[in-house]
């Protein structure tokens, strides 16, 4: 992170964190467990999306002043992306957290698959409204 950056900055650097760790987190729920079971495909754009996000994000944090008056619409078009790619992983995960909605005995392995997706539609949230914050700013470096 650049030392100028100012709080839109720093918000901007969280959001691509958060991003990361909603990434993992949906990896790690697809690949293994219960979803793996199921034979569950990766879905590209809840992938391809973040790691766009996560790149734009490293960029912007580091070069601040890359973009000069452009940064406001450069974090609505990440927020914009953020916020497909929560939606998508929502769609994606509808049917399995749904199913616990049905008073039966579920195997703990599913109960642990909806658990990491809420974490993980959680994580993918709370960077989509970092980056809406960031959206408010045409400046991520101090003057």
């Known amino acids: 992170m650049a030392k ?3 709080a839109f900055g720093k918000i901007l650097c969280v959001s691509g964190l958060l991003a990361l760790a909603g990434l993992i987190v949906y990896l790690v729920n697809t690949l293994s467990g219960y979803m793996a079971s199921l034979h569950t495909t990766v879905a590209p754009l809840v992938v391809i999306l973040p790691v766009v996000v996560i790149l734009c994000a490293l960029f912007l ?3 601040p002043k890359a973009l ?3 940064t406001g619409i450069a974090t609505f078009v990440l ?3 953020m ?3 929560t939606v998508f992983f929502v769609k994606e995960r509808v049917d399995v957290i749904g199913d616990m909605l049905n008073p039966v005995n ?3 392995t599913q109960k642990t698959a909806v658990i990491l997706s809420i974490v993980g539609i959680a994580l993918y949230f709370l960077s ?3 980056l809406v914050i960031t959206t ?3 400046k991520l470096a101090k003057e």
């Open 4 to 6: 100028n950056t100012n």
């Open 61 to 63: 944090t580091m070069k």
């Open 68 to 70: 000069k008056g452009l």
């Open 79 to 81: 927020a914009v992306l």
């Open 83 to 85: 916020g497909v790619a």
């Open 106 to 108: 579920h195997p703990d």
């Open 128 to 130: 989509f409204v970092g």
């Open 136 to 138: 408010g700013s045409d």
